[in-house]
């Protein structure tokens, strides 16, 4: 069974960077996809970017276009989270995910059900 972990979170003042780091535990399983959610507290867990290994395509929420960039190496299974200029309403809980079975033409890689495999979330608060 392939498990994810998070590392990097943290406190940072508002305006400031963090990069998030998400590496799976067997590099022999393949996946498809990988991801990042966040869950601030109260409110449902939401898309924040995602990259599909054919072709490296990027997807990233309206809300950190332009501020979060996602990177990712297929082989090793690892998936990064650049996060500049933060504000705080970006504080919150951040998971990594990944989707370990093929995709089709009309996956949705901004949404929950395509990722089948979630990492136990590090935490980003964002101070003003």
């Known amino acids: 069974q392939l498990h994810l972990l998070e590392s990097g979170g943290g406190l940072v003042q508002h305006g400031g960077s963090l990069r998030l780091s998400c590496a799976a535990s067997?590099?022999?399983?393949?996946?498809?996809?990988m991801a990042w959610f966040r869950q601030a507290a109260g409110k449902d867990r939401e898309f924040v970017a995602s990259i599909t290994w054919s072709g490296g395509v990027p997807y990233y929420s309206d809300s950190v276009k332009a501020r979060f960039f996602i990177s990712g190496d297929n082989a090793k299974n690892t998936v990064d989270l650049q996060m500049n200029s933060l504000k705080p309403e970006d504080t919150a809980v951040y998971f990594c995910?990944?989707?370990?079975?093929?995709?089709?033409?009309?996956?949705?890689?901004?949404?929950?059900?395509?990722?089948?495999?979630w990492g136990q979330g590090t935490q980003v608060t964002v101070s003003s």
């Open positions: 067997k590099r022999t399983v393949s996946t498809y996809a």
């Open positions: 995910a990944a989707r370990a079975r093929p995709t089709d033409y009309d996956t949705d890689y901004r949404a929950r059900t395509t990722f089948d495999t």
